[in-house]
């Protein structure tokens, strides 16, 4: 049994949100609750608030490259999360640069549709995440919308529908598979977790509120703390006993996001419930 307890580090790359609810911001807010170290890499400036996005400046894809090549020349990773990614050219640099310095952990979050419905990236960046992130990463977390884009199918509307969906997101290369059920109706949120050794239900109630800003994000980077944390000689019982503690720390998350006053829409979850 491993008794390595120093504190581990994790990057999130992904882009930046000014009101703090997603993106690199709840990332980074996520991996301090849960006790490890962030570091980062931007992938965009945007104008944006808890009501919508009003801008997104791309960062460069060799600048990406650039602030990736400096930071894994130095600091050793134990997790990375992987945000939205826009175009080919970005996965191909973060590919390239995560294959070189594989930490232990991947884990993707493939942002691809709004809350509004809208496609964010075009069919060269839905391609990009689905053939280069995919398979690079250990765990992916697509929502109904994204397991769908990712399919080219029609999202799940039903518990059946995600089990059926299932076997074909895990022949597109990722071990590890959380269906988030957000978006289906009803008093329960179940995600559906696929593994190497089968799949099982993450169950959880619905919590009544609008503060689902950035959710997605800190589940993704949640997940990545977790996983992190574990030690190099873990079960693979213990990795989704992992997922299953970060999506527990969500939905406290979303039980104390009304303490917080932040903006006029969608508000942020509570990052730092079990602090203050």
């Known amino acids: 049994m491993s008794t390595d307890t120093r504190v581990r580090n994790v990057l999130t790359i992904a882009g930046s949100d000014p009101s703090g609810g997603a993106g690199i911001q709840a990332d980074l ?10 570091t980062s890499v931007i992938t965009a400036l945007t104008a944006q608030n808890t009501c919508g996005v ?9 600048f990406i ?8 020349a130095d600091v050793a990773l134990d997790a990375v999360k992987i945000g939205m990614v826009a175009s080919r050219e970005v996965a191909d640099v973060i590919a390239a640069a995560l294959t070189a310095r594989r930490p ?20 060269a960046g839905i391609h990009a995440v689905r053939d280069i992130l995919v398979p690079l990463a250990d765990v992916i977390t697509p929502n109904l919308p994204e397991a769908a884009v990712l399919l080219d199918a029609m999202p799940p509307a039903t518990l059946d529908d995600m089990e059926a969906m299932l076997p074909a997101l895990t022949q597109l290369g990722a071990p590890h598979v959380v269906l988030k059920g957000g978006h289906l109706q009803g008093e329960t949120c179940p ?19 609008e503060n689902l800003h950035g959710t997605g994000c800190s589940l993704s980077s949640a997940i990545a703390a977790c996983l992190a944390k574990l030690p190099s000689d873990a079960t693979p019982e213990a990795s989704v006993a ?8 969500l939905h406290a998350a979303l039980e104390a996001s009304g303490q917080l006053n932040v903006g006029q829409g969608r508000g942020p979850v509570h990052h730092f419930h079990a602090w203050w």
């Open 29 to 38: 807010k996520t991996f301090s609750a849960l006790g490890v170290y962030g």
């Open 54 to 62: 009003r801008g997104v400046h791309p960062v460069p894809a060799e």
């Open 65 to 72: 490259a650039q602030q990736l090549e400096t930071l894994l």
């Open 104 to 123: 232990r952990w991947i884990v993707l979050d493939p942002v691809m549709v709004a809350k509004s419905g809208d496609i964010l990236v075009d069919d």
């Open 191 to 209: 995600d559906l977790l696929a593994t190497p050794q089968g799949h099982e239900w993450l169950p959880a109630s619905r919590i009544n509120t």
């Open 242 to 249: 992992a997922i299953r503690q970060a999506k527990q720390w």
